[in-house]
């Protein structure tokens, strides 16, 4: 029973910590969240671009202090910023740079590492366990959202490339039932006799 209480704790820890979204950035738009960590704390950011343009975003974090720490623009990647100061720390990712096409994107937000620091102090071999159990699944969650949305974007680009080969086919088809009917029709009109009368 103790062992099913702890496990259904840490599991519900677990999930309590992590957040995964989706989002869609119109042209010229920028979206922000907001985490407040405590001094040592770690949040870790993962992101991945799934459509629209050339599948890249900038992706910045801002302290409470208002200081920049990171700023970059990628079509993926995993973000770890240890707090050095108390408070709301601000990501955000940014389409400002695209005019026309609106990206969709999908990212998740995690602490691992507060999971791994309280389960270095001293606490039950089993209970140890299961929070490195629990960091497993989230690692394993992680890539599987990448994977994801990397197979979203591979059927979107398969299905783009089918219908564009089904219009140029189509086009082709229509063309050459076009020069056929005008061929059939000039080379009547070059055999048939013309009488004067």
Not at 49 to 59: K, R
Request: aromatic residues 10%.
């Amino acid at each position: 029973m103790t062992r099913f209480l702890l496990f259904a704790t840490a599991l519900f820890v677990c999930l309590q910590s992590i957040l995964a979204v989706s989002i869609d950035i119109g042209p010229h738009k920028k979206e922000c969240f907001f985490e407040d960590l405590n001094v040592g704390d770690k949040l870790t950011v993962t992101f991945q671009v799934g459509e629209g343009g050339n599948l890249d975003i900038d992706f910045s974090i801002v302290d409470p202090q208002g200081s920049l720490i990171k700023n970059e623009r990628q079509m993926a990647g995993t973000h770890v910023v240890q707090a050095n100061r108390e408070g709301r720390y601000v990501y955000c990712f940014s389409n400002e740079m695209s005019s026309v096409t609106a990206k969709s994107l999908s990212f998740n937000v995690h602490d691992m590492e507060r999971l791994q620091e309280t389960a270095q102090q001293h606490i039950d071999p089993l209970e140890r366990e299961i929070r490195e159990l629990a960091e497993s699944i989230f690692a394993i969650k992680s890539e599987q959202d990448f994977f994801e949305q990397r197979e979203k974007q591979h059927r979107n680009t398969a299905e783009s490339t089918n219908s564009r080969v089904k219009w140029w086919s189509l086009g082709q088809l229509s063309l050459l039932a076009a020069v056929c009917m005008w061929q059939i029709y000039y080379l009547k009109r070059f055999f048939e006799v013309k009488r004067v009368v």
